[in-house]
């Protein structure tokens, strides 16, 4: 019989696990959002550069969010 100064609490290792794995999803989400938003910036400037007009339109919800990006002229 194990003695019961030798048995390990796995309920607190995996909670620190599913707080590790949540905080680098949110740090992951807001590295994209980040990305994304210089993505964006840099396609508006060329096509105000070349004299159109930029059109960005926005698709889902914080995680599944997605970017039309149109340059009319």
Do not use: P
Not at 44 to 56: D, L
Request: glycine share 8%; aromatic share 6%; charged share 15%.
């Amino acid at each position: 019989m194990m003695d019961e100064k030798q048995v390990i609490n796995n309920g607190k290792i995996w909670m620190i696990i599913g707080i590790a794995i949540a905080v680098i999803g949110l740090l992951f989400t807001i590295a994209m959002s980040v990305v994304s938003n210089q993505n964006i910036n840099r396609l508006t400037e060329q096509c105000e550069k070349s004299g159109g007009q930029a059109e960005v339109t926005e698709h889902g919800f914080i995680v599944t969010t997605s970017y039309e990006f149109t340059c009319v002229k």
